[in-house]
């Protein structure tokens, strides 16, 4: 069955850390760009960052840069989302996905939701005190 299945989220309080997870199963994931996007209650879906499948650069939503990182390990078909300094405006669901995009580069982190390809059930991240 080919799926993502996130893990790690949970409940944090304020400043403090979370690291996510994402599986893949059922195939594998090569070289595609990867992206994490998030839901809260209310609002729209939001690009939080993005993996390309060829040099690894990265790209971070603004309100994350400086304090998420993610990472991709292509032997494991795993992707992780360190996230530092966590406050209540970062509570949501979060999602990993593979993005199809023309080349292997990440697409733009406000439009992400026009190349989402596969993504899984969500992680629900809360942080509160």
């Known amino acids: 069955q080919v799926q993502l299945v996130e893990s790690g989220g949970g409940l944090v309080q304020p400043g403090g850390s979370l690291r996510l997870s994402c599986a893949a199963s059922g195939f594998t994931w090569d070289y595609y760009p990867l992206g994490w996007f998030r839901q809260a209650p209310g609002k729209e879906r939001e690009g939080v960052s993005c993996?390309?499948?060829?040099?690894?650069?990265?790209d971070y939503g603004d309100s994350v840069k400086g304090r998420f990182t993610i990472s991709r390990d292509n032997v494991k078909n795993t992707m992780y989302l360190q996230m530092n300094s966590l406050n209540v405006e970062v509570t949501a669901v979060y999602y990993c996905?593979?993005?199809?995009?023309?080349?292997?580069?990440?697409?733009?982190?406000?439009?992400?939701?026009?190349?989402?390809?596969?993504w899984g059930q969500g992680t629900l991240v809360t942080v509160s005190a």
């Open positions: 993996i390309s499948g060829s040099d690894g650069r990265t």
């Open positions: 996905a593979t993005l199809k995009t023309d080349g292997l580069a990440c697409p733009r982190l406000e439009r992400i939701s026009e190349y989402l390809e596969l």
